[in-house]
């Protein structure tokens, strides 16, 4: 007989098999009562999270705007000199 | 969530005959998921005490110690709690429940396997001494599970779920996401592997007696 033929026989026989008898349901609403409680306590920092967005997105608004007026150090050095013709 | 919308199609997909429709038990079960998603917990311990039995007994294949096992159909009905908004109900319930349960499983298995932890296979041997015609379904469960323990965890699920839950090739790859074809391909490869395994740890000689 083929190997597989005899563990397919004992997987007919496994099938029979009476796992143990558990009752999880206590444990389970315990556990999403904990887990519920702890997403609750969550949303201050959603909103927090949400007003640091906020703050950010203000802040670099302004940074853009004012990133048009940052002018680089060394060009800094040269301006006064720009008026004196060097001929 | 619209709950009318879930109880319709809830309704809907045991009319259509996916389910054998017995007149009871699917209703309560449509009933509970909609009182569950109003907010009603005890709606949600009613389903478990329906389906805790039939989880338990898919767990089993998966682990064979009863405080993991314990664990491992807590954590599918903690996980298919905060996934029930997302229970479109073409299914039933079971179906669904046994889809999260399966990788649940799995996950336990992929853990497993990076500690390359493997079942002794002793069992076959003291089954091999055994002069009895019938071999008892536990030590058949015991011997199946300790050498399906030795293959790739992906083809394990496969051969497991076909042998200890006659899932067909299509059930296997709803369940896990796979394509039909993949799972065709892994399950003749481990079985190709698995009579290998079984000739050389040369069960047909211990297991003889079966036949």
């Given at each position: 007989?083929d190997?597989?033929k ?10 029979k ?8 349901s ?9 887990l519920?409680q ?7 920092f ?10 950010a ?7 853009f705007?004012?990133?048009?007026y ?18 | ?15 259509q ?32 005490l ?26 599918t009905f ?9 229970y479109?109900a ?14 649940t499983?799995?996950?336990l ?12 296979l002793?069992?076959?041997?003291i ?6 015609q ?5 030590k ?14 992906a ?10 839950e ?12 796979w394509?039909?074809a ?7 490869r ?8 079984a000739e ?7 297991l003889?007696?079966?036949?």
């Amino acid at each position: 007989m083929d190997a597989i033929k005899i563990i397919e026989r004992l997987a007919k026989t496994a099938q029979k098999e009476k796992p143990p008898q558990i009752d999880v349901s206590k444990a389970v609403m315990f556990e999403i009562g904990i887990l519920q409680q702890e997403t609750t306590g969550f949303v201050p920092f959603e909103w927090f999270a949400g007003i640091s967005a906020v703050a950010a997105s203000i802040v670099m608004f302004l940074s853009f705007y004012a990133w048009r007026y940052i002018a680089d150090p060394f060009v800094q050095l040269f301006v006064p000199f720009q008026e004196i013709l060097p001929w | 969530m619209g709950n009318r919308s879930v109880n319709a199609s809830v309704e809907a997909v045991y009319k259509q005959g996916f389910a054998t429709y017995n007149g009871s038990v699917e209703n309560s079960d449509c009933n509970d998921i909609r009182a569950c998603l109003s907010g009603d917990n005890a709606a949600y311990e009613r389903l478990i005490l329906r389906y805790q039995e039939q989880i338990t007994r898919l767990m089993w294949r998966f682990s064979r110690d009863s405080s993991i096992n314990e664990r491992l159909v807590q954590d599918t009905f903690v996980e298919a709690y905060f996934s029930l908004k997302s229970y479109k109900a073409k299914a039933p319930f079971l179906h669904w429940l046994k889809k999260i349960a399966t990788r649940t499983g799995y996950r336990l298995w992929k853990e497993q396997d990076k500690e390359k932890r493997f079942l002794p296979l002793e069992d076959i041997d003291i089954a091999a001494k055994e002069t009895q015609q019938e071999i008892e379904p536990e030590k058949a469960g015991e011997i199946l599970h300790a050498l399906l323990g030795r293959l790739d965890i992906a083809d394990r699920l496969v051969l497991t779920l076909m042998y200890f839950e006659d899932c067909t090739i299509k059930e296997i790859a709803e369940r896990m996401g796979w394509t039909r074809a993949a799972v065709k391909m892994r399950a003749m490869r481990a079985r190709k592997k698995l009579r290998k395994m079984a000739e050389r740890e040369k069960i047909l000689e211990k297991l003889e007696w079966m036949q």
